[in-house]
Structures are given as structure tokens and as C-alpha cells.
């Protein structure tokens, strides 16, 4: 599909920035303990999650790799 299509390229241009990505499943766990949380989405690029269920997360200014990841994304799907 379109959407995988763009996942796909989206992680080799990770990986061609040396931007440390690993493709797994993850348990609910790892969520609760997550820091920060992001979604990619092929109409708002990526995008950091508020709230998931009882846990807020609080997207930080300071989140570099975030900027980085985003600046990524954006320059391949949206730098026309």
C-alpha cells in the first residue's frame, strides 16, 4: 500500500542519517515506560502522542531526535 510504501522509505532515510530505528512488536509495558511516543502518518508526517489511555506524555521542545526524525520526514514527503 501507499502508506507501507512510504514507512519503508521513510526507514531507509533513517537509516541513511544514522538514526537508530528498530521494526518490532512492542509490549504494553515498554509503552507505560516510554518517555516519548510518536506515530507516523502519510498525511501529518510524524507526530508526538499526548495520551494513550490513563498516561500523558508531555512532548518535549528538547526532544532532538524527534526535531531531527521530523526534519527527515518532512524534506523527503513535503520539500516539493
Not at 2 to 7: G, M, R
Not at 10 to 26: A, C, G, S, V
Not at 30 to 57: C, F, H, M, R
Amino acid at each position: 500500500t501507499i502508506t507501507h510504501k512510504s514507512v519503508v522509505e521513510h526507514i531507509d532515510e533513517l537509516k541513511k542519517n544514522q538514526i537508530p530505528f528498530e521494526e518490532r512488536d512492542i509490549y504494553i509495558k515498554e509503552i507505560e515506560e516510554a518517555s516519548t511516543i510518536w506515530l507516523s502518518s502519510s498525511l501529518k508526517g510524524l507526530l508526538p502522542v499526548k495520551k494513550i489511555v490513563n498516561k500523558n506524555y508531555i512532548p518535549s521542545a528538547q526532544d532532538k531526535m524527534l526535531k531531527i526524525t521530523q526534519d527527515i520526514f518532512n524534506n523527503k514527503y513535503y520539500n516539493f
